[in-house]
């Protein structure tokens, strides 16, 4: 990319925070979509039985937020081309389920912003981001994290 110039975001600068609430209809929309066959996802008599307050969201509810967040605004923030980056990998610690009715807010974080050199040749910068994701009463439900890795131009 002509004037791309690679540079390093300090650890701890907030990128973003979304908010959405956790609906019936989407977590059902992801059950269907991977295959998510146990009924506690859509279907509130089989999560009760199971011990859930509601129906708990699929484990990888929270991706919802990428409908929600600017993603080319913070592609530009960190600096990073978009055309040479690959998710090099994805992570959930959950601290409870996430559960329909919960309202969640996301804050996410730069923890690590390094350039090294590739096994094949030339520069790759690794980006990882942590989102903390808390309820409607500021208790942590999940915490992502995501490592972005911007290859080389070559």
């Known amino acids: ?9 300090p650890t701890g600068t907030v990128l973003d925070e979304v908010s959405f609430g956790v609906e019936a209809g989407k977590v059902r929309e992801f059950a269907v979509a991977t295959h998510a ?7 509130i008599e089989a999560a009760t039985a199971t011990g859930f307050a509601a129906i708990p969201a699929t484990p990888t509810h929270v991706v919802v937020a990428g409908h929600h967040r600017n993603q080319q605004q ?11 980056i690959v998710v090099g990998s994805v992570e959930w610690e959950y601290h409870r389920p996430l559960l329909v009715g919960d309202h969640v807010t996301g804050t996410r974080r730069v923890v690590d912003d390094t350039t090294r050199e590739g096994k094949r040749g030339g520069a790759m910068r690794l980006v990882t981001l942590q989102t903390e994701w808390v309820d409607q009463h500021g208790d942590t439900v999940i915490t992502q994290r995501e490592v972005l890795i911007e290859r080389s131009a070559r």
């Open 74 to 84: 913070f592609v530009r923030d960190l600096g990073l081309a978009i055309e040479r």
């Open 1 to 9: 990319m002509p004037g791309h110039a690679v540079r390093e975001i």
């Open 37 to 43: 066959a146990d009924p506690v996802h859509t279907d």
